[in-house]
């Protein structure tokens, strides 16, 4: 089955260390979001990829960072994560950019970040 | 101008109710409006998705009422189960704005 996969499920990381998170598609979309939603919260855009032209939100810390490779796989690092960091981390795919007609986004399991 | 509103927060209905959540929206750029339903511990997943060239769409037990003029749109749960306990977060899109989610609803179905 065509699906948005994310690795790993859950990652545990200290203070300050740097973390990378990992996601990739089968569904050989144009475009890769990747979102930070903590609890009890909508999901919040980060940062996204239409095919490989980067487009940062505004309010996105310098602490994240984001690699896509190639169409597949999408990373998100986090260079020096704080205790603020700890959420669950979503990736989601759509065809095209979203804003743009009633391209569906297609959303991982997400990624359970704790920071100790 | 991206804002959606959302309400209740939360919502506790019996088995067999229906179930309404309710949105506002501000931007008229936009011109797609999805509902996610989310389950603790996994990621949203598209339930139902609405134009406003339309006033409703029903899939199943669910249906979105749409009313362009007052800018709000809702979700209908008809015969709500327990397996329908989840937060539903609805969303509009256009104008080549992002998806902008409204805050959530937390369901809860009682037997």
């Known amino acids: 089955d065509a699906m948005v996969i994310q690795n790993p499920r859950y990652q545990v990381t200290q203070f300050g260390k740097p973390v990378t998170l990992s996601c990739s598609q089968t569904l050989n979309h144009n475009v890769m979001y990747w979102y930070q939603q903590k609890s009890s919260q909508a999901p919040k855009l980060l940062f996204h990829?239409?095919?490989?032209?980067?487009?940062n939100e505004a309010d996105t810390p310098d602490n994240f960072q984001s690699r896509r490779p190639n169409t597949s796989f999408c990373f998100l690092d986090i260079r020096s994560p704080g205790l603020g960091d700890a959420a669950m981390y979503l990736c989601?795919?759509?065809?095209?950019?979203?804003?743009?007609?009633?391209?569906?986004?297609?959303f991982g399991p997400g990624t359970r970040l704790t920071v100790l | 101008q991206q804002q959606v509103k959302q309400s209740p927060q939360s919502l506790i209905v019996q088995k067999g109710g229906i179930s309404i959540i309710n949105c506002a929206y501000e931007?008229?750029?936009?011109?797609?409006f999805p509902w996610y339903q989310q389950f603790p511990g996994k990621g949203p997943a598209l339930l139902i998705a609405?134009?406003?060239?339309?006033s409703e769409k029903k899939e199943g037990r669910f249906t979105i009422s749409f009313n362009k003029s007052a800018k709000q749109f809702s979700l209908h749960i008809m015969d709500s189960q327990p397996g329908d306990s989840a937060t539903y977060f609805c969303?509009?899109?256009?104008?080549?704005?992002?998806?902008?989610f409204g805050t959530g609803t937390r369901l809860t179905i009682i037997p």
């Open positions: 989601a795919t759509s065809r095209g950019w979203t804003g743009t007609g009633d391209n569906e986004q297609f």
């Open positions: 609405i134009r406003p060239d339309v």
């Open positions: 931007n008229t750029a936009f011109d797609y």
């Open positions: 990829y239409y095919d490989k032209d980067f487009n």
């Open positions: 969303a509009a899109t256009g104008g080549n704005e992002k998806l902008t």
